[in-house]
């Protein structure tokens, strides 16, 4: 099995590229904080090269620059070539399927030079779905009353057969 998961930052911008059938590709290299810090060292980072296809690669492009955090998903892929000096050359990428936005589209306007609100405190108050006052949230309580039925307001019943389902 070949599959790789990556959450790290964008080391540099992406580049997108076009190829002769008008098909978007985008090259980019995202950073990833090994788990371990050396004794007595510094954190030490990997920077991974990926490529990502598609409109995907358009979206990247579009949204996300150098600092941006992503996830990505995908396989590794070995390569070579040779170089112009005549050596051959190898090259190991992540061939990504799928990518992940990871952090807030203010985080990602700022580190391009966007719009940024200093102030920000995130409200971590979250009040659960039945209606408790936020002040008065408490999450060791319960949130539902089981005694009663959550749903006898959403209106008729919906009956399912088997061939309703995709699976």
């Given at each position: 099995?070949n599959?790789?998961?990556?959450?790290?930052?964008l080391?540099?911008?992406?580049?997108?590229?076009?190829t002769?059938?008008?098909?978007?590709?985008?090259?980019?290299?995202?950073?990833?904080?090994?788990?371990?810090?050396?004794q007595?060292?510094?954190?030490e980072?990997d920077?991974?090269?990926c490529v990502?296809?598609r409109?995907?690669?358009?979206?990247l492009?579009?949204y996300c620059?150098k600092?941006?955090?992503?996830?990505?998903?995908?396989?590794?892929?070995?390569?070579?070539?040779?170089?112009?000096?005549?050596?051959?050359?190898?090259?190991?990428e992540?061939?990504?399927?799928?990518i992940?936005?990871?952090?807030?589209?203010?985080?990602?306007?700022?580190?391009?030079?966007?719009?940024?609100d200093?102030?920000?405190?995130?409200?971590?108050?979250?009040a659960?779905a039945n209606d408790?006052?936020?002040d008065?949230?408490?999450?060791?309580?319960?949130?539902?009353?089981?005694?009663e039925?959550?749903?006898?307001?959403?209106?008729?019943?919906?009956?399912?057969?088997?061939?309703?389902l995709?699976f």
């Amino acid at each position: 099995m070949n599959k790789v998961i990556l959450i790290g930052r964008l080391a540099r911008d992406p580049e997108l590229r076009t190829t002769p059938t008008n098909v978007s590709v985008a090259t980019f290299s995202i950073a990833v904080s090994r788990p371990f810090v050396p004794q007595g060292g510094q954190p030490e980072t990997d920077f991974i090269n990926c490529v990502i296809w598609r409109r995907q690669a358009e979206n990247l492009v579009k949204y996300c620059h150098k600092g941006s955090q992503i996830a990505v998903e995908g396989r590794i892929q070995t390569r070579n070539y040779n170089a112009q000096d005549g050596s051959k050359r190898y090259v190991t990428e992540v061939m990504c399927d799928n990518i992940t936005f990871l952090g807030t589209k203010a985080d990602n306007q700022a580190q391009a030079g966007g719009y940024s609100d200093n102030n920000y405190q995130p409200n971590n108050n979250f009040a659960p779905a039945n209606d408790i006052p936020v002040d008065n949230y408490n999450p060791g309580t319960p949130t539902t009353d089981i005694s009663e039925d959550p749903f006898k307001d959403f209106g008729e019943e919906i009956t399912l057969s088997d061939d309703d389902l995709p699976f």
